[in-house]
């Protein structure tokens, strides 16, 4: 699977619209990029996941960029309950054949 | 959407021991994934079990020191054996909901004193 490089940890304010990069530079033309997060103490959690058109749930939206060797993740108001440590990870879907490989992730504290 | 059960949900053991950790998910799967997690650490993939052959394993697990049962398409145990304060972690159990990603249990977190 192709790596992932995101920046260790960044701050954002309650409300406000938190922007997590990701760069995937090596990624190839059936991997998908997914998003995860994990709250202290618990399982990883599934955000939202895309391959080359952009993505909008109830979490969060994704922008891939053209090229897909970046994507961004956006949660468009963060709340406190949003601190947790966020995963972007390449990996081939739509079969059980796919696993995920973790990266260290960027902290995301969230302050009032 | 399916529902992972995860036991135990912690558990300090003695150096030596074995411990068995289960999962079982609410609805039939193919494959069902192992994941360590060791403190202040990310997640690393153990093995990944399939119902009716052998667990895969990735490279620096063995099956003798975490040999995995796959019972049925429900059902999956993880056994960590002979255990050493470095396997103090926490193992977590996961599976792929196709077109939604993947789902993991609760995590069992272990110390091993």
């Known amino acids: 699977d192709a790596k992932t490089t995101q920046p260790p940890s960044m701050d954002c304010a309650e409300g406000r619209a938190a922007n997590l990069p990701c760069n995937h530079s090596?990624?190839?033309?059936?991997?998908?990029v997914y998003w995860y997060r994990q709250i202290h103490s618990q399982g990883p959690q599934y955000i939202i996941h895309?391959?080359?058109n952009n993505e909008t749930n109830e979490m969060a939206s994704l922008i891939i960029t053209e090229d897909r060797k970046s994507s961004t993740l956006i949660l468009p108001h963060a709340t406190l309950r949003d601190t947790a440590v966020y995963y972007c990870?390449?990996?081939?879907?739509?079969?059980?054949?796919?696993?995920?490989?973790f990266g260290a992730g960027t902290q995301v504290v969230v302050t009032p | 959407s399916a529902v992972i059960s995860q036991k135990p949900s912690r558990d300090i053991c003695q150096r030596g021991t074995s411990l068995t950790i289960q999962c079982q998910v609410d609805s039939q799967v193919t494959m069902m994934f192992w994941y360590r997690q060791q403190p202040g650490q990310s997640l690393t993939l153990i093995a990944t079990?399939?119902?009716?052959?052998?667990?895969?394993?990735e490279s620096g697990f063995v099956i003798d020191k975490f040999p995995i049962s796959r019972p049925n398409l429900t059902f999956s145990t993880l056994t960590v054996s002979n255990m050493s304060p470095e396997d103090s972690s926490i193992y977590l159990c996961s599976i792929d909901r196709i077109n939604y990603g993947y789902t993991f249990g609760s995590g069992t977190r272990l110390t091993v004193v």
């Open positions: 990870i390449v990996s081939f879907s739509t079969d059980s054949w796919g696993k995920l490989q």
């Open positions: 895309g391959l080359k």
């Open positions: 079990a399939n119902q009716g052959s052998e667990a895969t394993y």
């Open positions: 090596t990624i190839s033309g059936n991997e998908y």
